[in-house]
């Protein structure tokens, strides 16, 4: 039975044993060479100095193409034009996916053809060496973006490569992205990257590794997110992370975000042990863009306008192009200035918003009514209380593709626009927090004189992407 402890180092041996046969790349990780090269780097491309020495909130994008001299390009780029203080790598679908034959046919046919199939830069095929090189190139720290349930070689080999930084974990990585991954699995899995992290870091190289907040990006209500960044932080810092950043997905109402920024903040300081340094991130609106590049700009001024008020460490921005998809370079430049704009034309002014107080208050009591079902499932054990509380529905996700979460509960925007539980599931929550929630949707369903009901979520799905916040009935 799996339980939140750290896993002893003949484990660690045996495990990074088997995963290294996975692909020719892996024998060329070697961790004391590693932990030499890491001490050749200059502190400019330390990640977690970078991070948390800033004294106001960094910017970074999303940005990955399959090959180097493209993604070094693209990266001398985004941090030139766009300014960028902090840039990533974000790694393509087949090598989240372990299909490492598929991601290397694609990166031949790139190097072939010039054709980019692949959408974002796979790691595991070009191998320590490649990461290396990209590393060497780039003057600013660079951490791994990906969305990979088994993350155990693209660990291995990254970190022997140079990253410093590291996204995801065994919920987030998981509930979101996957159906056919159980979540024991992936907890016992992630438990390896995270104790090679802290292995790094004992070593006085510290990995930061920064659990994915948004989940499934939409409607996320901002106290289950929060709940599964302390869960993934606890796994992390158990195996020795000592930098953990705790990520939030923007919800689009102003004192709501900025309410739910601030109870991260102080619940990860709280719930994290002492010797960990908590910092979070802000991720500017993951749910549907409008087609519009005007509008989409004004998201995006928005989620900095958010930054601004409640300055997160570090921001991941958007493109004006994020209906498309995957954006240009000039677009994913243009989205880090757009908000660059904003914070450094907010930041200065004193904002001060009537409700933050409240709403956080609120948040922080429902985090703890989660948190506290997860220790009372596992008596205590953390591992084991994830593992119980997502079986019988008392910690759940909306709209979560994977089998591990019931998917019980639907949220819906209350009349101001911010996130509320309207269909409960087995959600664990005090019942006087339920009739808040009940109020404020009711509140709503008066202004728009309807009844609350499914119809109003499948409204807000696409309120944004259709230039609004709440999805009002026509
Ligand atoms: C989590 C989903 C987000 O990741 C973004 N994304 C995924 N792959 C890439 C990529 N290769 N380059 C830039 N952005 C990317 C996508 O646009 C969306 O905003």
Redesign the pocket.
Known sequence: MIRDERIPADQLRRIDEEIRSDWPTGDEVDFEEAIRYHESLPDRKRFADVLESADKPLLQ?????PRLEDQIELLEYLHGEGKADLLPT?I?SYTRDNEYEKAQEGLENARETGEDTL???PAVNHGVEGCRKLIEAIDAPIEVRH?TPDARLLAAITFAGGFQSFEGGPISYNIPYTKRHGLEETIERWQFVDRLAGAYTERGVRINREPFG?LT?TLVPPSIAIAIMLIEGQLAATQGVRSITLGYGQVGNVVQDVAALNALQKLGDEFLPDEVVVTTVFHEW?GGFPPDEARANGVIGLGGMTAAIAQPDKVIT??PQ?FQ???TKEA?AAGLRTTRQVIDMAIEQNIDIDGIQEEQDLIERETRCLMDTVLEHGDGDVVQGTLKAFESGALDVPFAPSDSARGAVLPARDDDGRVRIFEWGDLAMDDDIKEIHKARLSRRADTEGRDQSFRMVADDVDAISDGKLIGRPQ
């Not at 994008?61 to 193409?65: N, Q, S």
């Open positions: 994008p999303r940005a990955g193409v974000t393509d959408n974002g830069f969305g948004p990006g993951m958007k493109s994020e998809g995957v954006p994913n």
